[in-house]
């Protein structure tokens, strides 16, 4: 490690040739380690060039597998690697890319019982992730183990990039000092993403977190850079200190927080925690199995069938038999299209929306049994149909 081999000057010598770098910034890259969270859309770039540059040791942490929905953006997986775990397919890849790296994969889900002991002994963690109990996560093990982070984000056409927890700079709680509401940040698969948008903005990521290693250049802790596809625009907000923000000294869990909601509203219409619960169906109530479902109607039962998923998404897939379709933000402006002397199934991709469609129609004076189809389309794919595309 403390010098590089013919081969290696050789391969980097593009760097090499950089005042900025040189041999010295070189020997730095191979004696540094990131650690990516998410093999995916952000992932998949920033791990393709910090391999490429020569980072010594790369850690990858994912624990889903490939899926043909991801090959559209996430390129660091191939076709022949669908249904092979994310961080195999990306470490094959990154080995054919430059074999001097050492991968190390981790096949598993960020929690707070290992994300110490992951994370640290790495000098740059790099956030791939698309869901903010993760990223809170991040920002708490980051700042109890005085590691700085690469956080990136995308949505739609729009993407941000951002250092927290370098040199006394600000954090992802100075930022967003509290999680929000269930419901108010879509994922990728809910919203969409343009193919290319993760492309730019985890290449982005991967230039920071190589500044930080090389001590080069100005880093982006303390502006948060915007990135605007469809106007071909950069944007830079300054993002200071929060003055009541206490010192994070413990991790916590926050999944009940932001993906199970203890109270909900569609315009207007909401709940307290006990009868949500109940509405929602944890435990079971106020839920019902696709399978249960196709074997109920088989049976004579005739429910109202309402898909509240965007028009988006109804293109790409219906489920049989569906009598409307309202997008769950504007539920409560079509309740006179939704018969109130038929019991009422309702479903979306994966059961969220649809959760808190059922419970806004039941606050909304319908008497009959109003059901939430359990994991929505993704769950009938795999229970009744499997040709139904998840996406």
């Not at 995916?40 to 770039?45: A, D, R």
């Not at 740059?124 to 093990?141: E, F, K, Q, W």
């Not at 590691?147 to 056409?157: D, E």
């Amino acid at each position: 490690m403390s010098d590089l081999s013919a081969d290696e000057r050789a391969r980097y010598a593009r760097h090499i040739m950089l005042p900025d770098v040189g041999l010295e910034g070189q020997l730095k890259l191979k004696q540094s380690s990131v650690c990516v969270i998410g093999a995916g859309g952000l992932g998949s770039p920033a791990l393709l060039y910090l391999a490429a540059a020569g980072v010594g040791r790369i850690g990858i942490i994912d624990d889903d597998l490939v899926d043909a929905t991801n090959l559209q953006r996430q390129i660091v997986h191939g076709t022949p690697f669908v249904g092979i775990p994310k961080v195999e397919s990306a470490k094959t890849r990154l080995e054919e890319v430059n074999p001097e790296v050492e991968v190390e994969v981790h096949e598993v889900r960020l929690n707070i019982s290992n994300a110490l002991e992951i994370l640290d002994g790495y000098d740059v963690i790099l956030d791939g992730t698309d869901n903010i109990p993760t990223r809170y996560l991040v920002s708490d093990a980051c700042e109890i183990l005085g590691i700085p982070w690469v956080y990136g984000s995308i949505f739609r056409f729009e993407g941000q990039v951002t250092l927290f927890n370098h040199q006394g700079g600000p954090n992802y709680r100075d930022l967003f000092p509290d999680p929000p509401p269930p419901d108010a940040v879509p994922s990728c698969a809910e919203a969409g993403v343009l193919g290319v948008l993760p492309g730019v903005v985890g290449s982005i990521q991967a230039t920071e977190a190589l500044k930080v290693i090389l001590g080069i250049g100005e880093t982006l802790s303390g502006r948060l850079l915007v990135y605007d596809a469809k106007g071909m625009e950069f944007r830079t907000l300054m993002v200071g200190e929060y003055p009541e923000r206490v010192p994070v000294t413990e991790l916590v869990e926050l999944d009940a927080y932001c993906e199970v909601p203890t109270s909900v509203g569609i315009e207007g219409a909401s709940v307290d925690g006990a009868a949500g619960e109940e509405m929602f169906g944890i435990g079971g109530a106020g839920n019902i199995s696709p399978d249960e479902f196709v074997a109920r109607r088989k049976a004579g039962w005739q429910p109202f069938f309402l898909d509240v998923r965007r028009p988006e998404e109804e293109s790409i897939v219906s489920l049989p038999d569906t009598d409307l379709r309202v997008e769950h933000s504007q539920i409560l402006s079509h309740l006179g299209e939704i018969p109130k002397d038929r019991d009422i199934v309702v479903y979306c991709r994966t059961g969220q929306r649809s959760m808190m469609v059922a419970f806004a129609l039941k606050q909304s004076g319908f008497s009959k049994d109003v059901l939430n189809l359990a994991g929505g389309v993704h769950a009938w794919s795999d229970l009744v149909d499997s040709t139904v595309p998840k996406y």
